[in-house]
């Protein structure tokens, strides 16, 4: 019989654990033939590769066979969240009749185990005590929000909470990034080459990176909340001290050995098929302030 579990506490719930969820990722969403994706798949109906014990039979050749789209998603911790807390344990496969509330459950954790995950980098930025209170507060609101049954996760505004915690976030970002760098707020930098750009301490939230050239670029305090980093070449890039990355804009990028990461993320295991020569270091500008809201 199936039961209710604990979820686990701290950082642990914010990462995926694909061996306790029950390949929600596979199911839940749709997607459409293209560069991303080689077939299309339909909402709430299981992907051709998942195997009966909710495995991907094609894990380790995902890029090779078309589906690139799959190795940079990340549930945050939603999919064992509601597999093993919301459900308790009981799987679609043996009882089809949960997998819609299970699909609606994870489109609303998986936004919330997100925005757990961006709350968390905040406080640990060490903001000033009254802006970590209110981090904090945040984060326990959504922490509750999280452990609802499928009922209450039903009810619950997403979009309402993030207009609410975003610019709590914004305002840690302001305060780790004093005096600031470049506003590059939803910029469009598509295929653009930044190599001599002063990115320290820029605001590139939102910003639209697809291809960009950060060959050799120093990214230190850079906020990239939301950034879109497909096939962006970090390729001796500095991003040790930049704020608000994840594992997925990692995944979704290119880079190197050359490359230097935050001790929490691990290079992607495709970047060792991609040129490892040497970036030269471009000459570094003044830094430039930007506009700030």
Not at 66 to 80: H, L
Not at 117 to 141: H, I, K
């Amino acid at each position: 019989m199936s039961h209710r579990t604990a979820p686990p506490s701290g950082a642990a719930q914010l990462r995926a654990d694909c061996g306790r969820c029950f390949g929600l990722c596979c199911v839940v969403p749709a997607f459409a033939a293209s560069a991303d994706f080689a077939i299309d798949k339909p909402a709430g109906s299981p992907c051709p590769n998942l195997r009966p014990d909710h495995r991907c039979g094609i894990h380790t050749e995902l890029r090779q066979r078309g589906f690139p789209g799959c190795t940079v998603f990340d549930c945050f911790g939603a999919g064992q969240q509601v597999a093993q807390v919301t459900f308790g344990g009981r799987d679609w496969r043996d009882a089809p009749e949960t997998l819609p509330a299970m699909a609606e459950a994870f489109a609303v954790l998986r936004p919330l185990h997100e925005l757990l995950w961006y709350l968390t980098e905040a406080v640990a930025l060490g903001p000033p005590a009254d802006l970590r209170a209110e981090l904090e507060r945040a984060r326990a609101e959504t922490l509750t929000l999280t452990e609802g049954d499928p009922t209450q996760l039903r009810a619950v505004d997403v979009a309402d909470h993030r207009n609410r915690i975003n610019p709590l976030l914004s305002r840690a970002s302001d305060a780790a990034r004093a005096p600031g760098g470049a506003d590059r707020r939803g910029a469009h930098l598509l295929g653009v080459d930044l190599r001599s750009v002063d990115l320290r301490r820029a605001n590139l939230r939102g910003a639209l990176l697809i291809g960009a050239d950060l060959r050799g670029a120093d990214l230190s305090l850079a906020d990239v909340t939301g950034a879109d980093l497909r096939g962006a070449d970090l390729r001796g890039a500095d991003l040790r001290r930049t704020l608000f990355l994840h594992q997925a804009q990692l995944d979704a990028a290119r880079g190197d050995a050359h490359t230097r990461l935050p001790q929490t993320l691990t290079r992607p295991a495709h970047w060792t098929a991609l040129p490892l020569t040497p970036v030269r270091q471009p000459a570094r500008s003044p830094a430039r302030r930007g506009r700030r809201r």
